[in-house]
């Protein structure tokens, strides 16, 4: 796979970083808005912003580098009712899912940064690391919502589809920046930025193209052919066997952006001065 190599890269330096010596550890937490882009949003639309919020442990190895360890919750949506394309608009998907995730980061500081020294005690900063999230997409119905996973909307249940159940736990690149500002040696406040290219498809249930519903459903599961194919609601109804759905060639991602504040728990102490010499 084209990732494996620089994948390997980053686990390896964030494996190493403990080794590295410590300045000191914070612990905090974030809070601030996520963001989805995918096969519902591929515009860069900022309409559906939800909430998001974390928290995280950083061990600082030296003033150019930190690890951060993170656990962070998202609340993504989109609807193809506010889509400006016509054929969005006539295909009339939605969906709402909400995002955990693990992850570990290697931060880069684009200063010498010392919480403890005035004259360093901010910096910009880059960063990027790995991530394992599980998401649930969900959609409405009649005044109900429904796990779309399950309902194999694109004909996952089906053998004949050639498609297997995704699977709803699945792994990011997490890329970003930010700046953070010590205003008091023990704590410090900051701004993040960063992207999840992730490598799922299906984190807004849209893929492929529409299955064969007589054969992916039971006639009597009016639910999941409705939910597969919404387009009867707006007009005429146009979700065919092997029609395209979505777009299998783009991975869906995720945004996230807050405010972050930690606090110092352990710093190195430096020595005292000795009398010998």
Known sequence: MVYRKPLFVILLLLALSPLAKAQDWEVGAWLGVTNYFGDLNNRTSFEFIGPGTGFFARY???????????????AVSADDASSGDPYERARNLSFKSNILELTDQLEFNFFKYDKRRDK????????????????????????????LQPIGTEGQNDPSSGLKPYTRISWAIPAGGGFK?????????????????????????????????????EVSNSVAQALSDRSGEVGEAFGKPGKQRGNSLRKDAFMTFGLTLSYTILRERCPKPSNTY
Do not use: M
């Open 181 to 217: 500002y010590s205003f008091h040696p023990a704590w410090t406040l900051g701004v993040e930025l960063g992207v999840r290219k992730t490598f799922t498809d299906y984190l807004d249930d849209v893929s492929t193209v529409y299955p064969n519903q007589v054969v992916s459903f």
């Open 60 to 74: 600082n190895i030296n003033t150019r580098f930190a690890n951060k360890l993170g656990f962070n919750y998202g």
């Open 120 to 147: 360093f005690n901010f910096t910009p900063y880059l960063y990027v690391g790995i991530s394992f999230f599980y998401f649930n997409p969900k959609a409405e119905l009649d005044g109900n919502t429904y796990a």
